[in-house]
């Protein structure tokens, strides 16, 4: 990321002499790639993500030259591994009461959903012109207001139950950084195509619970997870300068 955004000084001060360029608004939308600890499964504080969908909606202002500001607001959904998720979550319920024995025969319930991020970032863009086509680098940063998929499992036999649920959302630092190409007709119209890393973090709980009949206390474990959540951004929309 240091690197990164290294480079974006450079491209800073390199295109302040540039003739200015026109500003526009694009709209695209495309799929968000799971990578690291956010794709992985079979360990606690990793996200079970898969591959899943992403739009936005963008302003690129243009104050000095070919360098600008980006802004906008982005929503991304990934699907869940939800039986990697459930087998995950039955091993951990084994290990947190190893006095109970779970039979083959226990009646699984389990409901869960995916995961979400809601995101406005800003930061620099330079953009350079070749022909009809306009090549981009930039670099943002903000915040994500990221909702992991709440579950509940439950495992019953006879009068006895394990049961596990997650709960939480966070506000949290996020940033991307990226290219792109776009294409423009004489008209101001055109079309864009981007791919953006994007990186940002979420904490949730979860809830580890016995319960046997219906009295007493039942025995129970409450745990905070940590996980990172990244993705590669591939994009296609609609821009229109002005």
Do not use: C
Not at 62 to 70: D, E, P, R
Not at 147 to 163: A, C, R, V
Not at 214 to 229: F, K, Q, W
């Amino acid at each position: 990321m240091k690197r990164f955004f290294g480079m974006m000084t450079a491209l800073l001060l390199l295109g302040g002499a540039a003739p200015g360029q026109e500003n526009y608004l694009d709209m695209r939308l495309g799929i968000g790639i799971a990578t690291g600890d956010f794709a992985e499964t079979g360990r606690d504080s990793v996200g079970f993500a898969g591959n899943g969908f992403t739009m936005s909606f963008e302003g690129n202002y243009f104050f000095l030259g070919h360098l600008g500001v980006a802004g906008g607001l982005t929503y991304g959904m990934n699907f869940l591994d939800d039986v990697a998720l459930q087998d995950h979550l039955t091993q951990r319920l084994k290990e947190l009461f190893p006095d109970v024995t779970l039979p083959e025969d226990a009646v699984a319930q389990f409901t869960t959903q995916q995961w979400n991020n809601v995101n406005v970032l800003v930061g620099p863009v330079f953009s350079l012109p070749v022909a009809s086509l306009r090549f981009e680098v930039r670099g943002l940063a903000g915040v994500s207001f990221v909702m992991p998929p709440q579950w509940e499992l439950y495992l019953s036999w006879e009068d006895k139950q394990l049961h596990t649920t997650s709960s939480g959302q966070s506000v949290r630092f996020a940033w991307s950084g990226g290219a792109g190409v776009l294409y423009q007709n004489p008209g101001g119209y055109g079309l864009r195509l981007g791919l953006d890393y994007f990186q940002t973090t979420t904490r949730f709980d979860v809830n580890y619970r016995f319960e046997e009949g219906t009295g007493g206390e039942a025995p129970y474990h409450a745990i905070t997870h940590a996980v990172p959540v990244t993705m590669f951004q591939a994009t296609l929309g609609i821009m229109y300068a002005f």
